[in-house]
């Protein structure tokens, strides 16, 4: 929980209660919190997660190609810099949970190898959580970076890790099983 010296929480709070934020300021904070998604009061890195699978079934549905995929990521990384900042910068502390972009541009590496369908989603999914929540080495080494580089590469990271693993299991799994 994030609290000020009385001890309230201020996760939720913008740091600032300024009123001449510019348009993109604006922009980027809405982009930063997923559209609004991650200001659920719940689980908002999970909510936001969602949005992962459904950017990468637009995504696929241009090109299933893994240089595409892992174009759309790094490209993501380069937008996600500046549009976490900008939660950064409105809620006032290095990791603000309703920032979700970093966890939504993770997705294009989790399935960067492997076609979504509904099994895969659930599968991807949920490997890109437990690594995003359990930080394993080296993960945990990037979310110390400074400001907004530690907010997106350790979800990158994460969706990296996913995504390796899901590849694995999508191609021992053989075309008959399970995932396919």
């Known amino acids: 929980m994030n609290e000020n010296h009385s001890g309230e929480d201020v996760s939720h709070r913008p740091h600032t209660k300024r009123k001449d934020k510019t348009l993109l300021e604006r ?17 908002p890195g999970t909510v ?20 595409f995929m892992i174009g759309v990521g790094v490209v993501m990384i380069l937008i996600g810099l500046p549009i976490c900042a900008a939660g950064i910068r409105h809620y006032g502390f290095k990791d603000p949970k309703h ?3 970093d966890e939504i541009a993770a997705f294009p590496f989790v399935f960067a190898f492997v076609p979504l369908n509904w099994k895969t989603a659930v599968l991807g999914f949920v490997m890109f959580r437990a690594f995003d929540i359990v930080k394993p080495w080296p993960i945990g080494v990037f979310e110390r970076l400074p400001g907004e580089w530690g907010v997106m ?21 053989g075309p008959l099983a399970f995932l396919h």
């Open 48 to 67: 936001g997660s969602l949005l992962g699978p459904i950017l990468v079934w637009g995504l696929q549905s241009i090109s299933e190609s893994p240089l």
């Open 99 to 101: 920032v979700v972009f």
């Open 27 to 43: 922009v980027l904070f809405i982009l930063s919190i997923g559209l609004g998604v991650g200001a659920v009061p719940i689980a």
């Open 153 to 173: 590469l350790d979800d990158i990271v994460a969706g990296i890790f996913a995504g390796i693993l899901l590849t694995l299991c999508w191609n021992a799994s």
